[in-house]
């Protein structure tokens, strides 16, 4: 009799255990949605839970403002311009239990558009309840310095510099300087014409005397030639009119 009042207690718990676990099994089944959201989008990474952060998602970079519209029905963002000077590393839109997660990879070229949060049990993505941008400073692109290939041995040089100089100042030569011979097929310069040196004058002195100077010495001449005559003639006219006399 004992026996059979445990049995019968028994029962009624596993009877009652059975109850409870037929209970929670749909809440079970409606868990399974929020443990493993939708994206609803195959730019996004859905991923449960909250995220308020970039580090939260493991995202590079900080939070950054952006130029971005949000339609009427708080569901879908459109991003349009990012500040310069930055890179997007990704995008967070949060709504519902869960949060879609874009990469810049996936999105493309700007504008973005219809980014939403993950999907409802309905089927339609969930409101925004927020979302965020995280960046980072762009990379300067790298400038080329050009190279200079070194001279192998045996290579023509570079050409010189052309550029005509300043003309000198003429020098007249005191000689005159040996024509070049010019070469079949080429076209000689014209050699400086010498100048001919001046002949003697009519007044030279024979022999090669002095250069005449200007004054004429004939007169000089003619004078002493008359003085001797007269000196003569004084010495020699006594001694004719003696010879004379003595004739008579």
Known sequence: MQH???LSALGRALAVAGLVCTGLTPGLALADPIASPKSGDPRAVASPGNATSCSDVNLVGKKIDVTYT??????YLDITEVPDGHTITGVVVKGGNAYNSYLPSA????????LHSPMNPSGKPAQISHWFACAQP???APTSVPVTP?????????????????PAEAVTPNSTP???????????NPSPTPMAAPAPGDDAPPGG???????DPGWLITLAAVLLTGGVAALAFPRVR????RRN
């Open 70 to 75: 949000v339609d009427e029905t708080n569901t």
């Open 107 to 114: 999105l493309g070229d700007l504008p973005w558009k219809r």
């Open 150 to 166: 070194a001279q192998r041995p045996g290579s023509p040089a570079e050409p010189a510099d052309t550029t005509p100089a300043a």
């Open 178 to 188: 040996p024509t070049a011979s010019s070469r079949p097929g080429s076209t000689s």
């Open 242 to 245: 003696a010879v004379l006399r």
């Open 209 to 215: 005397g002095l250069a005449s100077t200007g004054a």
């Open 4 to 6: 059979h009042s445990v």
């Open 138 to 140: 762009a990379r300067p």
